[in-house]
């Protein structure tokens, strides 16, 4: 178990790019939206020992989450697809 303040291993980056255009993807994301992943690690009951969040900041300051109950490099495409619903049409 990692200490309270020791840091965790960044997430593979070619993990992270694949999250991240799949979501811009799907988002029909231009040049001057943002996406932000961070994997997390919870420690509560009943949570993932490590949660993806994708924050995604559109250019008019709209902000949408995302959340993955994994670490990066386990999130699919088609987990990226099943959010579909939550987002705002293209």
Request: proline share 10%; hydrophobic share 45%.
């Given at each position: ?38 994997e997390?690690?919870?420690h ?5 020992d ?19 109950p ?11 697809e ?9």
């Amino acid at each position: 178990m990692l200490g309270l303040f020791s840091r965790r291993p960044r997430p593979d980056a070619e993990a992270v790019s694949r999250l991240k255009a799949w979501i811009a993807d799907l988002m029909t994301l231009g040049d001057r939206d943002h996406i932000a992943v961070a994997e997390l690690a919870c420690h509560e009951p009943g949570c993932p020992d490590l949660e993806t969040v994708v924050t995604v900041t559109l250019s008019d300051r709209r902000r949408f989450v995302l959340r993955f109950p994994s670490a990066v490099a386990a999130v699919t495409k088609g987990d990226v697809e099943l959010l579909r619903p939550q987002l705002p049409p293209p």
